[in-house]
């Protein structure tokens, strides 16, 4: 349904051509929820913000495309991206503050869209706003509708930023880190209801974190970002468990998992690529373990493996080889 | 895991409440509110020597005052600490400020930009008297190798570091001071996931080498679960349930710690569709609830618990194990039991939605809870 294909985006800064993103391709399946995972400067934000148009004044797309319905976005004038931000695809951010007007009631924010995008009137639109309130879990919405976005808590406003994005029956919800800012608790309340959501209506989710565990609780499909590049994509549970990625590899056993208590934590040695100008070769060659000549030279494609998995990396192998000693060694 | 606290308290605070002004007293009177916030509400705690205890709880349950009020930086509302005996005074002595030290969360706003590494451990190796002057270079040499950095971070400014290197630096500062007990808030929240495995590596290595005494302030039970002997659960500003940490997540006692291990997001998450852990949001500080102040979210709160204020008890079975809540420990035994999944008591809120039920608890709950008070 949405598909992006070879996703080049620049930032012009002080120090020369940052290359956020660079040549990412995915598909979002009808009622799927795909995961986005990587550290800070990966590129996984710009991805998002570049499918619905509203990436920074320094930043451009400079090539490829993103079908909607077969339908390019990248070229579309902002008008136009206009009706299909809404109806058609909405977004979730991660400072829901920051993200709502403050001196606006939020029954109101949450039935302007039906209203601007959806011609709908506003008494019938108030009472869409109010029923969208109780479907995201508001208590008291009658009372809650002309309350301020400052007298909710954080869990709450998510809520909102939920209901708004759900207001014009959009078929995909991009999500930004959407419970980064959350306590532990309500994390899972809003990544139960989001899960929820999901399932019920058939909406497919876009869920950018840098949390694995979170993205392991509400997607079925996972795709791994390093240096602006898609390094590792497949189900979510076979990434985790068997990841086919040295990055991949080294998320999974630098994290302290709950369930899983090593008697030390491997870290990955070194620190992020620069992206103005990233290494040549394999972009993680510098930090990974498992690299060889070939690595400093080849830039990995992405190639498709068995079971809707996909790696770039050209020694996949010796992951695999990795899991499974640790595993006997347990 | 590690090895076990070798001894008795080294700091014990006592009925510690640090309470905040908050707003005008005009509007307050209007509108009827209390106008203190009572970041910390009477908590009693205990660090033994040698120990990892860690310090968990949602934002606003006031872990980081507690632990600013233990180092020394807000002032006490009531009650007292004794460090090794002795009761520290309000005011505290520079030699006494020397035995607890901090690392904050943010390594980027914890650090002077205008300083550099070498100039910062100086002025404080100084102002200390903790070398002789001659030594203070090489001491300092010590103290990066003992983080991990090399000489040359002596002449560099913080902004020449990443993020992981900063904090390296600040724990630098931290041990420079050869304190008793190192206090951490949060040491690696702001860190990318890569990088953090490095710092929390380093923190236990410097235990076991330097025998040091850590508090850590966390949210994420997964690095709590890695690093520390004991964990205190906070609440409102009160301290509700203190165990070991295998105990504490094989065995939790309050609902509110079942809750908070049931809502942390698993590489293998169980597949329940159950409602939420914890349902609602913590009340205000500005507005604890009577009674117990958990009862607003619990799924098993009575009648009782919006009268009677639990104290926090100790277990009878386990001397270890203490709880706030009247129906903690209800099985009497505590950790023994055949069941093996732990007293009947604990099921309610459990993890699971197809718990004991809180039908089949409650009254159980309460006749053995009135037992034991």
Redesign the interface.
């Known amino acids: 349904m949405l598909e992006v294909r070879d996703l080049h985006v620049q930032i012009a800064s002080r120090r020369g051509l940052v290359r956020a993103v660079d040549g990412v391709s995915f598909e979002v399946i009808r009622g799927d929820a795909l995961g986005i995972v990587g550290?800070?400067g990966s590129g996984k934000s710009m991805t998002l913000r570049a499918i619905l148009g509203v990436l920074p004044a320094e930043a451009r797309i400079t090539a490829g495309q993103v079908l909607l319905d077969g339908q390019d976005l990248v070229p579309l004038r902002q008008s136009d991206l206009n009706r299909i931000r809404g109806p058609k695809i909405s977004m979730i951010f991660q400072e829901p503050m920051s993200a709502l007007n403050p001196v606006m009631r939020v029954g109101s924010q949450i039935a302007e869209g039906p209203m601007v995008h959806l011609g709908i009137g506003r008494a019938k639109a108030a009472g869409r706003a109010l029923e969208l309130m109780r479907r995201v879990g508001i208590p008291d919405p009658e009372r809650r509708f002309r309350a301020y976005p400052h007298e909710f808590?954080g869990?709450?406003r998510q809520r909102v930023m939920i209901a708004i994005a759900l207001s014009c029956d959009p078929e995909i919800i991009l999500c930004d880190e959407p419970t980064t800012a959350l306590?532990?608790?309500?994390?899972?309340?809003i990544?139960?209801l989001l899960a929820?959501l999901c399932r019920e209506s058939g909406v497919s989710l876009v869920f950018v974190t840098?949390?694995?565990?979170?993205v392991?609780?509400v997607c079925q499909q996972l795709a791994v970002m390093y240096g602006g590049k898609l390094v590792e994509s497949g189900p979510v549970?076979e990434v985790?468990?068997d990841p086919r990625h040295p990055y991949t590899l080294?998320?999974?056993r630098?994290?302290?998992?709950?369930?899983?208590?090593?008697e030390?934590?491997?870290?990955?040695p070194g620190?992020?690529p620069s992206l103005v100008t990233p290494p040549d070769g394999c972009r993680f060659h510098p930090r990974c373990k498992f690299a060889e000549e070939d690595c400093l030279v080849t830039e990995p494609p992405l190639r498709q493996l068995p079971g809707g998995r996909a790696t770039a990396c050209l020694h996949y192998e010796r992951c695999i080889e990795s899991v499974e000693a640790e595993r006997s060694a347990q | 895991?590690t090895a076990a606290a070798d001894g008795g308290p080294l700091l014990t605070a006592a009925g510690l409440s640090v309470t905040f002004g908050v707003g005008s007293s005009i509007a307050a009177r209007l509108r009827h509110e209390e106008r203190v916030l009572r970041a910390v509400d009477g908590v009693d705690l205990e660090i033994r020597r040698g120990e990892a205890l860690a310090l968990v709880g949602?934002?606003g349950s006031g872990k980081s005052t507690l632990a600013r009020a233990l180092t020394g930086l807000v002032p006490l509302d009531k009650g007292e600490i004794r460090f090794d005996g002795r009761v520290l005074p309000g005011r505290r002595k520079r030699a006494d400020q020397r035995r607890i030290q901090m690392v904050f969360q943010d390594p980027y706003s914890s650090l002077n930009p205008r300083l550099t590494v070498g100039g910062m451990l100086t002025e404080l190796l100084r102002v200390h008297h903790v070398v002789p002057r001659n030594e203070v270079k090489s001491f300092s040499r010590e103290l990066l190798g003992l983080v991990g950095l090399d000489d040359e971070a002596l002449a560099a400014y913080p902004r020449q570091f990443?993020g992981?290197q900063r904090q390296r630096v600040a724990i630098a500062r931290a041990l420079a001071l050869r304190p008793d007990i190192l206090v951490a808030d949060e040491p690696v929240s702001a860190l990318?996931?890569?990088?953090?495995?490095?710092i929390?590596?380093l923190l236990?290595d410097l235990r076991a080498e330097l025998g040091l005494t850590l508090m850590l302030i966390s949210?994420?039970?997964?690095?709590v679960?890695?690093l520390c002997d004991r964990v205190a659960v906070m609440y409102l500003g009160r301290i509700i349930e203190v165990a070991p940490t295998e105990t504490l997540f094989s065995d939790p006692q309050h609902p509110y710690t079942q809750?908070?291990l049931?809502?942390?997001?698993?590489?293998?998450?169980a597949i329940d569709?159950g409602?939420?852990?914890?349902?609602g949001?913590?009340p205000s500080p500005l507005r604890i609830p009577a009674g117990c102040r958990f009862r607003t979210r619990c799924p098993i709160a009575q009648e009782r618990c919006a009268r009677e204020d639990p104290a926090l008890l100790v277990s009878a079975g386990d001397a270890a194990h203490s709880a706030a809540c009247h129906f903690a420990f209800s099985a009497a035994g505590a950790t023994a039991g055949p069941a093996g999944a732990g007293p009947a008591g604990a099921g309610p809120a459990g993890a699971g939605p197809a718990g004991a039920g809180p039908a089949g608890a409650g009254p159980a709950g309460s006749a053995a809870a009135g037992a034991a008070g």
């Open positions: 550290e800070s808590s869990g709450m306590d532990v608790t309500i994390q899972d309340q990544l139960r929820k840098h949390d694995l565990p979170v392991a609780q549970r985790l468990h080294g998320l999974v630098s994290a302290p998992d709950f369930d899983n208590v090593r030390s934590l491997v870290p990955i620190s992020p | 895991m949602e934002s990443s992981g990318d996931v890569s990088v953090q495995a490095t929390l590596n236990r949210h994420n039970l997964a690095v679960r890695h809750g908070l049931a809502a942390i997001p698993k590489m293998t998450p569709d409602g939420p852990a914890i349902a949001d913590p």
